[in-house]
Nanobody
Framework: QVQVVESGGGLVQTGGSLRLSCVAS????????MAWYRQTPGKRRDLVAS???????EYADSVKGRFAISKDNAKKTTYLEMNNLKPEDTAVYYC????????WGQGTQVTVSS
């Protein structure tokens, strides 16, 4: 069984920063990619950022220059550093871990007040 747990969400003012963390545990040994998605009510879940096992990163255009994804292989953890947050960044942020299968976390709420 594999568990994916996010943390670090919360309420922040426009221009503020947050750091999300995601830890994978259980029967997952080879992680190919770790990614962050976000979703607002009634909308689809969209990719925010991803990082492969080799360290290649990808970002949504809306967060380039403001967000940074990183990982700690030994800890099976990925981080999302979010700076200069805007109200439109408000969403539930989900972590996705790709090993033999795709595993999702339960999500963490990020709210940016104007």
């Amino acid at each position: 069984q594999v568990q994916v747990v996010e943390s670090g969400g919360g309420l922040v003012q426009t221009g503020g920063s947050l750091r999300l963390s995601c830890v994978a545990s259980g029967q997952i040994f080879d992680i190919n990619k770790m990614a962050w998605y976000r979703q607002t009510p009634g909308k689809r879940r969209d990719l925010v950022a991803s990082i492969t096992s080799s360290g290649r990163t990808e970002y949504a255009d809306s967060v380039k220059g403001r967000f940074a994804i990183s990982k700690d292989n030994a800890k099976k953890t990925t981080y999302l550093e979010m700076n200069n947050l805007k109200p439109e960044d408000t969403a539930v942020y989900y972590c996705a871990v790709t090993g033999n299968y795709l595993y999702w976390g339960q999500g963490t709420q990020v709210t940016v007040s104007s």
